[in-house]
């Protein structure tokens, strides 16, 4: 029987969800247009994930701010055009890379076509669209099924994105041993929160929501990383035309914080199941 705790619980975290999906659609917004406009934009495809992001990112703010219980048709529409987006963008990219000289080699992975903005952008037209699968759905019983659904995603997102700051980091020598955070910590918490969806509990749901918030500060923190690492560049700030595009990447860090919140959501349904 559903109570009115359980439909709280499915508007939060959808809400949640939406503000996970305008993270990641932010970060891919920023990150894309750097890195297309470094690209110059001479294919015109190049455009199409910035209006994707832009339009992922409006309406997940909207998301945020509407506290109805019910989902909304143009919001939905958004998130799976975003979802095909990012897939479409993930074959451009993979393209990129196998047709250059050696094809799938160490070298093409550290310069040529990066996944991780692809994924990321379809990674928050899907979180975006369990948000809004989620408020369609009052019944908290079917949440919990939901939330270790979410919760296995969450953790393979943040295994992925793991991978993508570890190929990058090696190809910064891990010259700052705070280089070494983002491919310690994210597997952790993505560990503690398959653990939390396989078996849950009230042990290993606390120390997961625990390191989920750490793995959404890591997020925040890398970014000032990376803007400490544009200023040493020379001529730091005063020269940000050239070293924002050929320093470490700004908008990269926080896939990191929208993953986190994706997985905090996962684990408030998860535990209104068990409580139900």
């Given amino acids: 029987m559903t109570t009115a705790g359980d439909v709280g619980v499915n508007r939060a975290a959808g809400r949640q969800l939406n503000l996970s999906s305008a993270v990641l659609a932010l ?14 934009f001479r ?28 989902g909304h048709g143009v919001r939905e529409a958004i998130y799976a055009g975003a979802a095909a987006t990012g897939l479409a963008g993930l074959g451009f990219h993979a393209y990129n890379i196998l047709k250059r000289p050696g094809g799938l080699s160490w070298l093409n992975l550290f310069y ?4 991780g903005a ?28 939901l939330g270790r659904a ?28 705070a280089m070494l955070a983002p491919v310690a910590l994210p597997p952790v918490a993505a560990a503690l929160l398959g653990a939390a969806a396989a078996a849950p509990g ?18 925040l923190a890398g970014t000032g990383f ?15 035309s050239q070293n924002l595009l050929n320093g470490p990447p700004l908008p990269a860090p926080p896939s990191f914080s929208g993953l986190a919140l994706a997985g905090l959501a996962a684990l408030a349904l998860i535990e209104a199941g068990r409580d139900g």
């Avoid at 793991?162 to 990058?168: I, N």
């Avoid at 009230?202 to 997020?219: D, E, N």
């Avoid at 020379?234 to 940000?240: A, K």
């Fill in 27 to 40: 970060a891919v917004l920023a990150d894309s247009g750097l890195e297309h406009y470094r690209g110059s």
């Fill in 43 to 70: 294919n015109r495809a190049m455009y199409l994930p910035l209006a994707s992001a832009g339009l992922t990112l409006a309406g997940s703010l909207f998301g945020v701010a509407d506290s109805r219980g019910k």
């Fill in 112 to 115: 040529a076509a990066p996944v």
């Fill in 118 to 145: 692809p994924a990321a952008l379809s990674l928050a037209g899907i979180i975006g669209g369990v948000a809004e699968r989620l408020r369609d759905q009052p019944d908290g019983s079917g949440s919990a099924t």
């Fill in 150 to 177: 979410l919760a296995g995603l969450t953790a393979t997102a943040l295994a992925g994105t793991t991978g993508e700051a570890g190929l990058l980091h090696f190809r910064g020598a891990y010259h700052n041993p």
């Fill in 202 to 219: 009230p042990c290993v749901s606390r120390l997961a929501r625990w390191w989920l918030k750490l793995t959404a500060f890591l997020g």
């Fill in 226 to 240: 990376h803007a400490y690492g544009v200023s040493r560049a020379m001529g730091g700030w005063r020269n940000w």
